[in-house]
């Protein structure tokens, strides 16, 4: 005969999760410039934000995803909550079509930051994943004036102690989204070897929190589930500062929960979180899905 297991699911998302004000604010503006341009072709260079199911979405609408400026670009270009390089603004520039430029107002302050130091003579490290289209622009534009340098952990800082001695100023900046542990790691091995040293802790705010949100739920849950894509720095580093805490699932969408019909079936409470690109309705897919299996019939 069959068994009915229903564990009456607890099932809590953190107090903060999901889109955060510069995502909703560069998808919203998007769909708005398409509709009020139905005919004229829109194009973003580089994913608008870091979520297939946002990109399937906007393509779904006319708003097409570029990986690089194709040879004729004409209609509107959008630059993504990331931003670009000086550079790229430049050859867009040089193309003839509108550019719209939804960098996130809080990257755009690192932007700035970057460049004033390099300017003032500062040496410019940024903590960040060098391959991270947000961390290209910013080091871009502080190479307007001298080479920058990336630095990605604290392993990486001490390799590098001769470039923090040679330089008599040395100003860092932080990717918006990294963790704010590998901060606190980094910055201590630069701080003796500079001479002067400039810090601006430039995590953005929307992370902060969310990481903060994630923390206190994973105290209250057995398991914890994070959505988000894994291209998405701030959704990884969710799931990276949960796994010390509890047992941590990341997945990108409800389909992914079938490789842990088990473990969610015989766990009581279950926090989910999603990272500041994760759309709502995949939150909620996941959930109600989640839901579901704590009342499937097992054999
Ligand atoms: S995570 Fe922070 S920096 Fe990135 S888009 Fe959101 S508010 Fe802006």
């Known amino acids: ?10 099932i809590k998302l953190a107090k903060l999760a999901g889109f955060c004000y510069g995502v909703k604010r560069a998808v919203e503006e998007s769909i708005r410039i398409k509709e009020e341009n139905p005919q004229t072709p829109v194009y973003i260079l580089g994913q608008l934000i870091h979520n297939n199911q946002v990109s399937k979405q906007l393509e779904s609408l006319g708003i097409h995803t570029v990986d690089k400026i194709p040879e004729k670009m004409e209609g509107i270009c959008i630059i993504r909550t990331h931003g670009a390089s000086p550079q790229i603004m430049e050859e867009l520039g040089k193309k003839g079509c509108k550019v719209v ?18 300017s003032e003579g500062y040496k410019v490290i940024v903590i960040g994943k060098a391959d991270h289209p947000e961390v290209i622009a910013i080091k871009a534009h502080a190479d307007c004036y001298s080479e920058s340098l990336v630095i990605s952990s604290k392993e990486q800082a001490e390799k590098n102690i001769g470039i923090f001695k ?36 430039t995590i953005c705010d929307a992370t902060f929190k969310r990481q903060k949100a994630a923390m206190e739920l994973a105290n209250a849950a057995d398991v914890m589930i994070v959505a988000g894509s894994r291209e998405s720095a701030n959704t ?20 992914e929960l079938d ?32 839901g579901k299996i704590g009342e499937k019939t097992r054999e």
Do not use: W
């Open 166 to 201: 040679k330089y008599k100023k040395i100003g860092v900046v932080i990717q918006t989204t990294q963790l704010v542990d590998n901060f606190k790691r980094i910055i201590p091995v630069i701080a003796e070897h500079a001479n002067e040293l400039k810090v601006y802790n």
């Open 236 to 255: 990884t580093h969710l799931a990276e500062i949960l796994k010390p805490l509890k047992t941590t699932i990341h997945i990108e969408n409800k389909e």
């Open 101 to 118: 430029d939804l960098t996130c107002p809080d990257v755009k302050r690192v932007q700035d930051k970057a460049k004033t130091l390099a």
């Open 1 to 10: 005969m069959a068994t009915v297991i229903n564990h009456a699911k607890d």
């Open 259 to 290: 490789n842990y019909r088990d473990l969610i079936l015989n766990t009581p409470k279950i926090g989910v979180t999603a990272g500041a690109s994760t759309p709502d309705f995949v939150i909620n897919e996941i959930i109600e899905e989640i």
